[in-house]
């Protein structure tokens, strides 16, 4: 299996900044793509940001241009740097990673951000 670990979230000021990180555990062999997804309160899990094992990342026109995804295959982790914070980006994001090993995705346990003047 694999275990994926967020960290990094937080309460903030709209206009700042915030950087999230995952870490992946376990079965790493075979991750393909990994991304965030969020789901603010009373709402669907929406897409974020993914990026694959080597290619292009895709954003959700919502953080075009505030949002930056990366990756570290290395240390097996992928970053997500928010910048420019909106309240409408307060929510519980999760980080995920698709295993080519088992043919399905696995879920972090979510970390909290919060916009709010």
């Known amino acids: 299996q694999v275990q994926l670990v967020e960290s990094g979230g937080g309460l903030v000021q709209p206009g700042q900044s915030l950087t999230l990180s995952c870490s992946a555990s376990?079965?790493?062999?075979?991750?393909?793509?990994m991304g965030w997804y969020r789901q603010a309160p009373g709402k669907q899990r929406d897409f974020v940001a993914r990026i694959p094992n080597g290619g292009s990342t895709i954003y959700a026109d919502s953080v075009k241009g505030r949002f930056t995804i990366s990756r570290d295959n290395a240390k097996n982790t992928v970053t997500l740097q928010m910048n420019s914070l909106k309240p409408e980006d307060t929510a519980v994001y999760f980080c995920y990673a698709w295993s080519l090993r088992f043919a399905k995705p696995f879920w972090g346990q979510g970390t909290q951000v919060t916009v709010s003047s």
């Open positions: 376990g079965t790493v062999f075979g991750i393909s793509v």
